[in-house]
């Protein structure tokens, strides 16, 4: 596996662990009287903003690849 499939991979654990601390984060506003649809909003654009950065990051390694292998028959 690669350096660039490890990094993806990495990301991906890293937006899981994100999404738990949200989560337990929703817990803790709760409990301090923030409400929990503010908590949940503030969550679910979090979470997309880091699937979006994961996307990105996913399409950039594609091409990067795609640059760095060279054609078959050249």
Do not use: F, H, N, W
């Amino acid at each position: 596996m690669g350096a660039l499939e490890k990094s993806v991979r990495k990301l991906a654990g890293a937006l899981d662990a994100l999404e738990e601390k949200l989560e337990d984060r929703l817990s803790d506003l709760s409990a301090k009287g923030e409400t929990i649809e503010q908590a949940k909003i503030r969550a679910r654009t979090a979470k997309t903003q880091a699937s979006a950065a994961a996307e990105d990051l996913s399409d950039a390694i594609r091409e990067l690849k795609t640059l760095l292998t060279p054609e078959k028959g050249a």
